[in-house]
């Protein structure tokens, strides 16, 4: 659950967090790309365009007009001066201004300028600002070489409206150094007189083209200045060359690029994103593959190799940003590998105490059948050769080895009978004390059991229930357990007392006690020691039977013991509840 949350708290925040970034990119980009779009038509519409971004741009609070430093920087590099002017004709702003230039005007003045866009050597533009309540006039003066230049040529030079014959020369001379060309048109626009490089390249002007140059400057080749002849009504138009002019398009033209640029910038970055985002998710992928094709083969041991230890890990052992997201999908492949080596390992260990459980059964087995095959033999061949008393010897060395059989097969039996059915069939309440007590008589008043038992019981009763035959049979591979794999004249005491936690019985012997794998093997099925000196007799299932009778009653069963101090086993088993109170109802008449 907390996997999955992270997860889907990251991919959220990883798609929220892309959407965020690339809305600001847009706005970024299309705030660049309107940027570019404004300078082109600043570039084409020079000066104008300067001075309506100026406009545009130019916030007045208070009476104050607050001017960027970009904008001053721009008119100084272009030696060109700015005036805001409010509705009285003060001039509340000035930028770049010098001495000759007025701080106020009149009505007069502006029109004149609006008229002439001039201002004695200064060429005009100007443009209002309606966005007040108080209309503001922007001026913005400059010097016009060419204006000023061709005004000139016009006083020296001009004969009835064209240049005069024997002035050309000199003027031809003048504009070669200039780099520019001269055009007199007439009313209607043809060429009537050109001076200069390009003399026969123009025959006419169509009504609009002189406007548009003077509108748009920047898209053509040539700046130029235009003085027009009152008397003759002859126009002279100087062209002086100019560089970086840009190219006149459309403006849905200019808002189709706009739009394709924005895409193409789009795509390559989503591009850039799902590949990144490919490489940084597939590489944890393609890592639980190794580790997937490893286990298939059963290395379990080794879950990441070197090379994939040092992509994942650093190298003081915490893991990298990357794969922290598959923190706990890592912890459970290394605890999931741990586990299949462990069990793995437990069950080649269970393998191989199979193996020497069947070995020790098919020894147990063969050496009773022998000796049960040889009477046979014996008793087939020549039966009248054999007197009574021998005839019952063999009779009950057949009967006992046939116990002895029988035995095997029963414990076999059981082994699988426990596994099969957890719970007793028949439960009744029991005094531990009084069953433990009569178990350990039994072996008291066996003269074949070389040992002394000791019991020490409760002093109160102690009650559980349970099934008196499987707890009897409990005791019984306890205790002999204790009396078979020691010395004879062994000590063993077996004690019963009431504990916190339930109803305990501890069968203790001071004999030569158990290795520590033995010790862990115990209770293991088919487990029959490590110890070759013992006797092999035995089925190896007597403290699995054990072990399965004490927790088909809901108990526990544990062991201690050192080599050469003995060993204890300790039950506990849940006490039966108190039976409830009968109080007596009858009365007396």
């Excluded at 009149?106 to 201002?119: A, C, D, F, G, N």
């Excluded at 605890?335 to 260990?349: G, S």
């Amino acid at each position: 659950m907390r996997l999955r949350r992270r997860l889907a708290f990251h991919f959220t925040y990883q798609l929220i967090a892309f959407s965020a970034f690339m809305f600001c990119f847009l706005i970024v980009l299309l705030f660049f790309l309107i940027k570019h779009i404004g300078d082109d038509e600043m570039r084409r519409n020079f000066p104008m365009g300067v001075l309506n971004n100026i406009v545009s741009e130019t916030v007045t609070e208070n009476g104050e007009v607050l001017l960027s430093e970009g904008w001053k920087v721009l008119l100084k590099e272009r030696a060109i001066w700015l005036q805001v002017v409010d509705m009285e004709g003060n001039v509340i702003h000035a930028t770049n201004t010098v001495a000759d230039v007025p701080s106020e005007y009149s009505v007069s003045s502006l029109l004149e300028i609006k008229e002439e866009r001039r201002l004695g050597k200064y060429t005009m533009d100007w443009q209002m600002d309606l966005t007040y309540e108080d209309p503001l006039l922007y001026l913005m003066g400059r010097i016009d070489e060419g204006a000023d230049r061709l005004r000139g040529w016009v006083a020296d030079f001009q004969v009835n409206g064209v240049v005069g014959e024997g002035q050309e020369a000199a003027l031809i001379d003048e504009l070669a150094l200039l780099g520019g060309y001269l055009h007199v048109i007439d009313e209607q626009g043809t060429v009537i007189q050109s001076i200069g490089r390009a003399n026969e390249e123009k025959a006419a002007y169509h009504p609009l083209e002189i406007i548009a140059m003077q509108e748009q400057p920047g898209t053509y080749a040539t700046n130029i200045a235009v003085y027009r002849d009152s008397v003759s009504a002859n126009t002279w138009i100087y062209h002086t060359p100019q560089e970086g002019s840009v190219d006149k398009r459309p403006m849905m033209e200019e808002m189709i690029w706009v739009a394709v640029w924005t895409m193409v910038c789009v795509l390559l970055l989503s591009l850039t994103v799902a590949i990144w985002h490919g490489y940084r998710y597939s590489r944890p992928l393609l890592l639980f593959t190794g580790w997937f094709e490893r286990m298939g083969s059963g290395s379990y041991e080794e879950v990441l190799t070197p090379k994939d230890r040092k992509r994942v890990f650093r190298k003081n052992g915490k893991l990298r940003t990357r794969f922290k997201l598959y923190k706990e999908v890592i912890q459970s492949f290394y605890d999931m590998a741990e586990r299949l080596a462990e069990i793995e390992r437990e069950r080649k260990r269970l393998d191989r105490n199979r193996e020497e459980w069947m070995s020790g059964i098919s020894h147990d087995l063969r050496t009773p059948l022998s000796s049960i095959q040889g009477y046979g033999y014996m008793l087939e061949s020549a039966p009248q050769d054999w007197d009574p008393v021998e005839l019952r010897e063999m009779g009950t060395v057949i009967r006992e080895k046939g116990d002895y059989m029988l035995e095997l097969i029963n414990d076999f039996s059981l082994v699988f009978h426990l596994k099969s059915e957890i719970r007793p069939q028949e439960l009744s309440r029991l005094d531990l004390n009084e069953l433990v007590r009569r178990c350990v008589l039994k072996y008291v008043n066996d003269a074949t059991r070389k040992a002394a038992f000791t019991y020490i019981g409760s002093e109160a009763p102690v009650f559980v229930n349970g099934n008196a035959k499987w707890l009897q049979r409990l005791m019984d591979n306890l205790i002999s357990n204790a009396v078979k794999h020691n010395p004879e004249g062994v000590k063993v005491e077996v004690r019963v007392e009431r504990r916190p936690s339930g109803a305990a019985i501890m069968v203790a012997d001071q004999g030569v006690g158990m290795d520590e794998e033995t010790r862990i093997n115990l209770f293991e099925r088919y487990y029959r020691g490590t110890n070759t000196e013992e006797s092999m007799e035995g089925s190896g299932l007597g403290m699995s039977i054990a072990k399965a009778i004490v927790e088909a009653h809901k108990g526990s069963v544990s062991v201690w013991s050192e080599m050469g101090r003995g060993t204890t086993l300790t039950v506990l088993l849940p006490e039966a509840d108190k039976p409830p109170i009968v109080q007596d109802t009858c009365r007396s008449e």
